[in-house]
């Protein structure tokens, strides 16, 4: 054994040649963190005080090569200062560029995914194999940083800048053609020859049939580009990359910026040149942003699989309602391996169900997700129904009929009936108390809300509700079915809305006193998608749909009065009144015309603003931060109070529920990362502000008691 550690080893395998082998103790995936940095550098001492190496091998013994860095010790580590950053990155460069600088041929053999870190530490190495399912990438960005352990500076090198600023400004994770196809890795081959195939290359370096030198000198030297050609490439990427981050996600154009400085540099100085720029992202505010979401999503996922423990299998689905909605779930449960019986009370309904299920495979196999024969086994897994003959046989049912408790009940009541006494019965209901739907049922323990978000094939959230009745097993069960459709479930208690209509509602109930105060609505969208959201509220809207909405509505100003029920007509009753129900019926606060590809386009509509006319008090130029504090107070404040009522287990899920749900902008972290980072006492000060607006604007006695003491939703 050469060297021995608790994430490394370093032994001799045959003929001269070296494993290094990662392989983490106590956890299922090898990542960088201090202790494994640590250990590589003393492997690193340890091979190159070797005689007589010819070469070495790098290897994992997990199923995945290196997930990337330890992102749990980020928030410690970025709270040090920007110099601190630039010393612990050039300490870890040290230890990458050792082994990029042993004395012999040296191969990384790509058993799984290797990201961020992981592939750094790939890029060290004079070669790459790559199994044909191993993934590899450079996703910082999405962390609102960029590579930070001589990624932008070899990767840059080895394939070019054009591949190198895709793969690091896009972040994604590629699969082995691609790697291969651009040079990133030298071949691809079955996992289980990865080793003979890194030994083959050691063994060609050493017969002069390859020259590793030559290969590693050009990884670090400079860019060969000359000074015309490296202005163009970089300049023409900055300019593309920007507009499509936007100006709230700095770190892509950052990461270029940061290439086309080290481009004529060699690799010592280049590195010190991305370290600088790794500092300036992981001090900005979206990089603490973005790494507590992706802490946060982690903590949820733990929860759900504490739940998963406890769960029944759920081996065959039902969904009753085969509208859009229907086919929608029966898509996603029969693509993630779960059969489904879909149920409907007529013919047409069937139809439009796996109509839908049928346009979303299509798209797969065009975009060569899938193969026609995969896309049957899809379909066949979707058991069209117009009655309950199979139903002893359901595990989990979910109900996705019209938002109307009357019908809901008698559809429910119905169900159980036909169903086995241990079946779970789920509504997918997206404002009606699950407690009321309960009241009639036989097994209310049974029984929980499973609240999908249209398109459900896009939107990553499930809210999982529990009434007064609902046992642990339900819970379980249908977190755990969330899950293994690939959702992100979050699991919160009853009240008119739950979370995310809860919330949502405050926000269109700002727009709707703006608009009456005689801001324009089309300023207003414009203001809040600058802000951040991926669409402004009138424009939202449409796409809910205007009979939606106010049916919500109604039931969002019954469930809390004080607050929610408007003493005004607004324009979103004119809407309704005058049959604009947007994007479904073409007509809202705009019209929609299908654009090239058959998808609803937005066009302004003179006519909205004569309808709407006699709602509104004149016309008001507001300014923007005024139309951003009217919209967002009403919704941080009831985010607040979600979690003050208990709704909402913590403030994680709350925000972590407003970013999948309703595309909260996600470099601001949630509505109450939002409030922190305003500090609590300037947001109750802001908020006073707007006081004579009414009760959607009055901070809680909570609130106002974390102003006075300085506490913090988080940390």
């Not at 291969?180 to 003979?196: Q, S």
């Not at 010190?272 to 802490?295: D, I, W």
């Not at 000060?685 to 006075?708: F, H, I, S, V």
């Amino acid at each position: 054994m050469i060297y021995e550690g608790k994430a490394i080893t370093v032994k001799e395998i045959e003929g001269g040649i070296a494993q290094l082998d990662f392989d983490l103790q106590g956890e299922s995936v090898n990542k960088f963190n201090r202790l494994t940095i640590e250990e590589l550098g003393a492997a690193a001492e340890a091979l190159k005080s070797q005689k007589n190496l010819k070469g070495l091998v790098v290897t994992s013994s997990k199923d995945s090569f290196i997930v990337g860095a330890d992102i749990t010790e980020f928030t410690e580590l970025f709270a040090g200062s920007e110099e601190d950053l630039v010393a612990n990155n050039l300490k870890a460069n040290e230890v990458f560029n050792a082994i990029e600088d042993l004395p012999f041929p040296t191969v990384t053999a790509i058993n799984g995914i290797a990201l961020g870190g992981g592939f750094e530490m790939c890029l060290a190495t004079d070669y790459r194999v790559m199994a044909p399912k191993a993934k590899v990438g450079l996703p910082e960005v999405k962390l609102g940083i960029f590579p930070g352990f001589g990624g932008t500076v070899r990767l840059s090198r080895l394939v070019g800048v054009d591949n190198a600023v895709e793969w690091i400004a896009g972040g994604a994770e590629n699969r082995a053609d691609a790697a291969l196809k651009t040079g990133a890795v030298d071949a691809v081959v079955e996992v289980d020859k990865l080793v003979d195939a890194a030994i083959a290359i050691i063994n060609q370096c050493n017969e002069g049939k390859l020259d590793n030198m030559a290969r590693r000198e050009e990884k670090k030297g400079k860019i060969k580009l000359n000074a015309m050609e490296s202005m163009m490439a970089f300049e023409i990427s900055k300019a593309f990359v920007a507009g499509k981050a936007g100006k709230n996600y700095p770190a892509p154009v950052e990461a270029i910026k940061t290439m086309q400085k080290h481009a004529g540099m060699t690799r010592d100085k280049a590195i010190e040149v991305e370290a600088k720029g790794f500092a300036k992202m992981a001090k900005t505010n979206v990089a603490a942003c973005l790494v507590g979401l992706f802490l946060n999503d982690q903590a949820l996922k733990k929860k759900a699989s504490a739940w998963e423990k406890e769960a029944a299998d759920v081996k065959q689905a039902a969904v009753l309602g085969a509208g859009i909605m229907g086919g929608g779930v029966a898509f996603q449960s029969a693509l993630k391996g779960t059969p489904i019986i879909m149920k409907d009370i007529n013919q047409d309904g069937i139809k439009l169900g796996l109509n839908e299920a049928k346009k979303l495979l299509a798209k797969r196999v065009a975009k060569g997700r899938m193969d026609a024969s995969q896309m049957a086994d899809v379909l066949n897994s979707i058991t069209p129904s117009l009655n309950y003959g199979d139903f002893k046989n359901v595990d989990l049912v979910v109900e996705a009929v019209v938002e109307n408790p009357k019908v809901k009940d008698a559809v429910l009541r119905e169900t159980e009936d036909a169903v086995r006494e241990d079946t779970i019965l789920t509504s997918n209901t997206s404002t009606i108390s699950i407690n009321l739907l309960a009241k009639n049922l036989k097994r209310p323990e049974n029984f929980c809300g499973m609240h999908f978000f249209n398109p459900v094939h896009m939107m990553p959230l499930v809210e999982v509700i529990r009434g007064e009745k609902t046992s642990d097993r339900a819970i379980a069960t249908t977190v755990a079915y969330a899950k293994a459709m690939g959702k992100s479930p979050i699991v919160v208690n009853d009240c008119p809305g739950f979370l995310v209509n809860r919330v949502l509602f405050p926000y269109f109930g700002g727009f709707a006193a703006l608009v009456r105060d005689g801001a324009d609505f089309q300023k207003i969208d414009k203001v809040m998608e600058k802000f951040g959201w991926p669409m402004g509220p009138a424009y939202l809207l449409d796409v809910v749909g205007m009979d939606t909405a106010k049916h919500a509505n109604e039931v969002m100003a019954e469930g809390f009065p004080e607050r929610m029920k408007a003493d005004f007509k607004s324009a979103i009753d004119v809407m309704f009144e005058n049959d604009r129900y947007g994007q479904k019926n073409d007509k809202g606060f705009y019209k929609y015309v299908e654009d090239k590809k058959g998808k609803p386009k937005k066009v302004v509509d003179e006519d909205v603003y004569k309808l709407i006319e006699p709602v509104v008090n004149g016309q008001k130029d507001f300014e923007e931060e005024d139309i951003i504090a009217r919209m967002m107070i009403p919704l941080c404040l009831e985010t607040v109070r979600c979690l003050e009522d208990n709704i909402v287990e913590d403030p994680a899920d709350a925000d972590l529920g407003l970013i999948y749900g309703i595309g909260f902008p996600p470099f601001r972290g949630g509505a109450l990362r939002y409030i922190d980072d305003m500090g609590v006492d300037k947001f109750v000060e802001l908020a006073d502000k707007y006081a004579d607006l009414g009760p959607l604007y009055t901070p809680t006695e909570k609130l106002r008691e974390m102003a006075k003491t300085g506490k913090k939703f988080f940390g």
